[in-house]
DNA sequence: CCCGTCGTTATTTTT
DNA sequence: TAACGACGGG
């Protein structure tokens, strides 16, 4: 191990500062590409080794488990020490904390966590009259007013949904997620929150325990994040906890899940006598492409601001290229892609972002066809898929039998012609039983079921009593700090021996089998030739190193829960080009990078206003600096949204940039042209789309085009499908296309190309 | 209980 | 357009 001053002495005058800095709250403004993961972990292994503090009186929270693994092997490897400090998701901590306290909680000490679909499903149960669609936007406000720290009985959620009923829903929810011992998402820092405030003792043995409190990526915190912060360091009770946290505001694009960007805009204001550092010295990416990102982002009112500093030199212009039409698009891209490669520039140097995963569609086949490697992040994700839940529904049932979700999930399937009159029989039974045990009440309700659902039900019960005893009953222990942390870890090497010879796969496996899961989508990958199989082998292979007793298994399950994305493609370290949103680009950085549909409706989106405008802004900020090298910019004219071909207009963030951001290719849509010329002070381009731009761009249309003026005339009465009937306003050539603008009599408007069928637009004749 | 057909509805989503 | 859920007939 090399001594910490030579790991300092790379550091530039600001990390070294931020590294070395003690004595008050620091908060770390951190532009992208600055370093900040360089400095945390640096700060850890300084705090060790130069400041003598023991590594378990470290917290280290983030938000992915990527991050949080990344974080914990790079101070590792400054300090070995670091391995016993806890650096964790929120979630994690906040799963580890319950289970520690699970009694305070009133949880099952085997509770398991509820993602968005067990709770609509749970919900659904909970209050029947619910229609789907109203059960998935109560589910997602829940969801809100964990992250905001809410009870059903607050007074300000009405601030998360108006409706009077809400509360009402909230607490049915709430009372049904009880009797079945587990928690949900939002629980996993609202009810650490709750027991914090309420618990004195637990408060201060918290307090003792962790003397130094770091976060990640601050900026995309919520109410309950920033709660459990202020309780875990005492910051009302003077308890000398050092708190630093790190984050970027301008990086902020959560705030539709409850992130709070006034988390890290008022942070100096809730904890007094905060340091502030700005990381501005960016490693990255090259100086026009900060320009461009700078340029896009200083639009934006509420921000700390700040400036990068281009640490790389220049570099080439990036690219906007306008495209007439979405295949346009994707030709584009291929053809940029697949003229580097002749060149030798690697697949996996490009990386396509997109607003919303459909937009991948195009690529997709595009690349198919031409053989272009590619791989897709993050719109399918492993562990929501049919036959993982089942699977993981079943261990979830054997760890906790009170868990209606995975018993209803898994209880008639494949069928055994268990009903839903049935399940709900067993369900009221276990609530009337003081353990609540669903595979007693099976039991015990077998007996006055109909013969074929008893049967059923006692074979069931016996299968999951074999289950139980191979697992074994042991609670677990309180395993202090030594194991659990590590435990985490897949590959801990000291999991797999103790008493437990055989390993949780090959529970899992049996599990599997004896189920009749396993048969049961064997079949459907015969029948539709899906993968089915495949995954809940690599299920499997991923509870390899756990042991098979009721730790094993708890603790997988925490990892699976807590570790939403399990890592796709495991080994193939094949040449990809990357296909993601531009969500999941967060922390990430590619060497050209190519941001496709810049176009009003799409990014941003149509009804994004104020606030919400510049979060989408942001999110463009992080997209063009996460390219190193090269970055390109693609907006159609015409697109296919919908199954209708709908005319776009270029996005407003174009503007934003200024053009002279950009090395501009295409035929520049002339709205686009005006209006970026009066750049100063406009916000919008829609101004300009009222303007008549025929005239200078009425070259070189066709007959065919000629003949729509005609008849697509100003005045001519239409009707369409969905907005019904309306008048010509406007008819005109926009570059090579003659569209026109119609006004509804329910009062919207709207453009159409009336060369697409597709439009669901006729003439009306008198 | 399984399968076909019709109708509806489309963000982003660390955990 | 496409994908998924709801519903009804075998």
Redesign the pocket.
């Known amino acids: 191990m090399a001594d910490i001053q030579s790991y300092l002495s790379v550091l530039n005058a600001e990390q070294k500062e931020a590294v070395e800095h003690e004595g008050s709250p620091l908060l770390i403004l951190a532009g992208a590409g600055s370093g900040k993961t360089r400095v945390i972990t640096t700060k850890i292994a300084y705090l060790i080794s130069e400041k003598g503090i023991p590594a378990w009186n470290i917290l280290a929270v983030?938000?992915?488990?990527?991050?949080a693994k990344e974080m914990s092997e790079r101070a590792i490897k400054l300090d070995e020490r670091a391995k016993d400090a806890q650096i964790r998701?929120?979630?994690?901590f906040g799963?580890w904390f319950l289970r520690r306290y699970s009694q305070e909680a009133g949880l099952d000490q085997n509770f398991t966590?509820y993602?968005?679909d067990d709770m609509l499903t749970l919900l659904l149960k909970a209050v029947p009259s619910l229609t789907?669609?109203a059960a998935g936007k109560a589910v997602?406000k829940i969801?809100l007013a964990k992250d905001f720290c809410l009870t059903p009985d607050s007074k300000e959620l009405y601030t998360i949904e108006a409706d009077p009923d809400f509360p009402e829903i909230y607490e049915a929810y709430e009372k049904r997620l009880h009797s079945t011992g587990n928690v949900d998402?939002?629980d996993?820092i609202m009810l650490p929150v709750k027991i914090l405030q309420q618990n004195e003792k637990i408060r201060a043995q918290m307090q003792y325990r962790f003397r130094v409190i770091m976060v990640d990526?601050y900026q995309?915190?919520?109410v309950a994040q920033f709660k459990l912060l202020q309780e875990l360091s005492g910051l009302n009770e003077g308890s000398g906890t050092y708190v630093c946290v790190v984050g970027d505001d301008d990086q902020s694009?959560?705030r539709?899940?409850?992130?709070e960007v006034q988390n890290i805009l008022n942070f100096q204001q809730y904890f007094p006598g905060t340091k502030l550092i700005r990381l501005e010295r960016n490693y990255r990416s090259t100086a026009q492409i900060l320009h461009a990102a700078d340029c896009v982002v200083s639009k934006n009112e509420s921000r700390l601001g700040k400036t990068l500093i281009a640490e790389r030199g220049e570099g080439s212009k990036p690219v906007l290229a306008f495209c007439p039409t979405q295949e346009d698009e994707t030709q584009f891209c291929a053809d940029l892609i697949q003229e580097a490669h002749r060149q030798g520039c690697p697949y996996s140097d490009w990386a396509i972002l997109y607003?919303?995963?459909?937009?991948s569609?195009g690529f997709e086949s595009e690349f198919l066809r031409r053989k272009i490697p590619y791989t897709v992040v993050?719109?399918l994700?492993f562990y929501q898929r049919e036959e993982i839940k089942d699977i993981l529904a079943f261990l979830a049932l054997i760890a906790n039998p009170r868990d209606e979700i995975a018993f209803r999930r898994i209880i008639?399937k494949?069928?055994?012609?268990?009903?839903e009159k049935t399940q709900d029989a067993v369900v009221d039974f276990a609530k009337q039983s003081l353990a609540g045990s669903l595979v007693e009440a099976a039991k015990s309700c077998s007996k006055t079921s109909s013969k074929k659902a008893g049967a059923a039900l006692l074979e069931f019960a016996d299968l999951m009593d074999s289950f139980t005893e191979r697992i074994g009953i042991d609670m677990i222990e309180e395993a202090e700090e030594t194991a659990d942390s590590a435990a985490a870890v897949q590959n801990d090497q000291n999991a797999p021996s103790d008493e437990s010879t055989s390993r949780l796969s090959d529970f899992i496996d049996e599990v599997a089998e004896k189920s009749g899961l396993f048969e049961y989508h064997k079949s459907q990958d015969e029948?539709s030739g899906t993968q089915k199989v495949a995954n809940i082998q690599e299920l499997e292979n991923n509870a390899l190193f756990y042991p098979c007793n009721r730790k094993g298994l708890l603790d997988f399950l925490d990892s699976i829960?807590?570790?939403?994305?399990l890592e796709e493609t495991s080994g193939d370290a094949t040449d990809s080009v990357t296909l993601?949103?531009?969500?999941?680009t967060?922390g990430l950085e590619f060497p050209r990078v190519i941001i496709t549909g810049l176009e009003t409706g799409i990014f941003p989106?149509q009804?994004k206003t104020g606030s919400d405008l510049e979060?989408?802004r942001r999110?463009f900020y992080v997209g063009i600096t996460r390219a190193k090298n090269q970055l390109y910019i693609t907006s159609c004219s015409v697109r296919?949204l919908?199954?209708?071909t709908e005319f776009m207009m270029p996005s407003q963030f174009l503007i934003d940039a200024g053009k002279d951001s950009f090395t501009v290719i295409g035929k520049i849509p002339p709205a686009f042209a005006r209006a970026i010329q009066n750049n100063a002070g406009r916000t919008s381009i829609d101004n300009e789309i009222d303007e008549d731009l025929s005239d200078d761009f009425s070259d070189g249309y066709s007959a065919e085009n000629t003949a729509l003026s005609k008849k697509w005339k100003k005045g001519v009465r239409v009707f369409h499908d969905d907005y019904g009937y309306g008048q010509i306003i406007e008819g005109a050539f926009r570059g090579e296309e003659y569209v026109i603008t119609v006004i509804f009599e329910n009062g919207g408007k709207k453009s159409f190309i009336p060369k697409y069928q597709?439009n669901n637009l006729t003439v009306i004749k008198d």
Not at 580 to 584: A, K, M, Q, S, V
């Open positions: 983030t938000f992915t488990k990527k991050a998701t929120f979630h994690s799963s966590v993602d968005e789907r669609q997602h969801s998402f939002g996993l990526e995309d915190s919520n694009i959560y539709f899940r409850g992130a607003r919303m995963n459909a937009q569609l993050g719109s994700k008639n494949p069928a055994h012609g268990i009903g029948i829960e807590l570790d939403r994305s993601i949103t531009l969500h999941n967060k989106r009804d979060e989408e999110l296919r919908y199954g209708k597709s």
